[in-house]
């Protein structure tokens, strides 16, 4: 089944630990996102990548950092400096052609204490 | 980019239609309506989009105002698997442009 993953599905870590969010697409797609949501509001792009080796911020990157080696993961780092990362992170993915029909993971919900 | 207006909720009884307007007024020409939405504790779904003609999947159908102003999503049978967070997006397709997903309407199906 073609699809992305995203694990783990919950997360727990401590306050000054970094810690990757895992993010995998097995649709050929170009295009990858990472958004963050926080409860009752709606999603905030905090990076993408439109094709490997190249990512740029979204809304809110400060505190996150990413990569894109290869065309199929896409994993984001949230390191110490932000502020508040407790919060439900979403993967998503596109085709070039078709930017706006992104297909999203299951999310993880990071919680730190 | 557009800014949308969708009611905060609403309440739909299943079997019958669930209609979910949106308010896009400021929408430009090149601008498409897009519809996507989020059952709890899971990420978004696309569900249609449109220009300005009425679109229909096997999902909904996408009713566009001849102004464009508005745009109404509905679902001709809700079931209680429909109950979800409904947002509505108003975008262009020219050069890479991010989504954005306001707070959406949360539509809640009863049986």
């Known amino acids: 089944d073609g699809g992305i993953t995203q694990s783990p599905k919950y997360l727990f870590r401590k306050e000054g630990q970094n810690v990757t969010l895992s993010c995998e697409q097995n649709l050929n797609h170009d295009a990858m996102y990472w958004y963050r949501q926080d409860p009752g509001q709606g999603l905030r792009l905090i990076y993408y990548s439109q094709i490997v080796n190249d990512f740029q911020k979204g809304d809110i990157a400060e505190g996150y950092s990413v990569s894109r080696e290869k065309k199929e993961s896409f994993p984001l780092t949230v390191t110490s400096a932000q502020k508040n990362p407790t919060a439900f992170y979403l993967c998503?993915?596109?085709?070039?052609?078709?930017?706006?029909?992104?297909?999203f993971g299951p999310g993880t919900r990071l919680t730190v204490t | 980019d557009a800014k949308t207006t969708q009611p905060t909720s609403m309440d739909c009884a299943e079997g019958r239609a669930a209609n979910l307007p949106c308010n896009h007024s400021t929408i430009s020409g090149n601008e498409y309506v897009y519809w996507y939405r989020q059952i709890h504790s899971q990420g978004p779904q696309y569900i249609i989009h449109g220009l300005k003609n009425n679109e229909t999947n096997e999902m909904a159908s996408l009713i566009i105002t001849e102004d464009r102003k508005s745009s109404t999503l509905i679902l001709p049978h809700a079931t209680l698997r429909d109950t979800a967070v409904y947002y509505c997006?108003?975008?262009?397709?020219?050069?890479?442009?991010?989504?954005?997903f306001g707070a959406g309407t949360r539509l809640a199906v009863h049986p």
């Open positions: 998503a993915s596109s085709s070039q052609g078709q930017v706006y029909e992104q297909y």
């Open positions: 997006i108003a975008h262009s397709t020219r050069g890479y442009n991010k989504l954005i």
